[in-house]
């Protein structure tokens, strides 16, 4: 059997990881329009083939990013921080209630293409979890191993930017930024160790809206 780093990642290695990680935070450019601060969910919990995390697919009827594929999330409510956002959008959408002491870091900010300033942030659970999504949030839900998330992504082009379109594969389907690239990127930092930044990467015209 070849190396493989997501059987040899612990609570403590990827804390570790995070910690270690020079966080970009990305301001807003003068004269810019706003970006709405936002957070998600990242969970690595434990499943029958191993670790992975919860993604999900949106529904058809949602008025924006219908059929999307999505990590928890949303934006922030007045006052709340990043963290605090994070798990309460976890909880409304899967059902999942953590706490604080779930967090273990947080990742690089991501500007959409929408308009939101989305912030990653990581959470670890050792007991196992029974999500019950919310369905005017959550069409299928789709539990990915964290062996999955290291399987190679695709970086194509479009001629309406210069920038690299990425997408990846999960559950048999593509999925695209920006949840393909803070995805890749918790994957590459966290799970293997590798410096990876994602803020160059682009969004499909469709996640434009």
Not at 101 to 108: C, E, M, R, T
Not at 136 to 147: A, G, M, P, Q, R
Not at 168 to 195: K, L
Request: glycine residues 6%; contains cysteine.
């Amino acid at each position: 059997m070849g190396y493989n780093p997501s059987m040899e990642l612990t609570r403590e290695l990827a804390t570790r990881r995070l910690a270690d990680w020079d966080r970009r935070v990305i301001s807003p450019a003068p004269g810019a329009a706003a970006l709405r601060p936002s957070a998600v969910a990242i969970t690595v919990a434990p499943g029958d083939a191993g670790r992975g995390i919860w993604v999900a697919r949106r529904p058809a009827t949602m008025r924006n990013h219908a059929s999307q594929f999505a990590l928890p999330g949303g934006r922030l409510d007045p006052g709340e921080t990043v963290v605090e956002a994070a798990l309460r959008e976890l909880d409304e959408e899967l059902g999942v209630a953590l706490g604080p002491d779930s967090v273990i870091g947080v990742l690089d900010d991501y500007a959409t293409r929408s308009g939101y300033l989305m912030t990653p942030v990581v959470c670890w659970v050792d007991e196992p979890v029974v999500p019950t999504p919310s369905p005017d949030e959550v069409d299928e839900l789709f539990f990915v191993t964290l062996d999955e998330l290291t399987a190679p992504a695709v970086f194509d082009s479009i001629p309406e930017s210069s920038r690299p379109v990425i997408r990846i594969p999960i559950a048999g389907r593509w999925v695209h930024a920006p949840t393909a690239a803070v995805i890749y990127q918790f994957a590459q930092v966290v799970v293997m160790g590798v410096d990876t930044r994602v803020d160059h990467l682009e969004q499909p015209v469709f996640a434009w809206r």
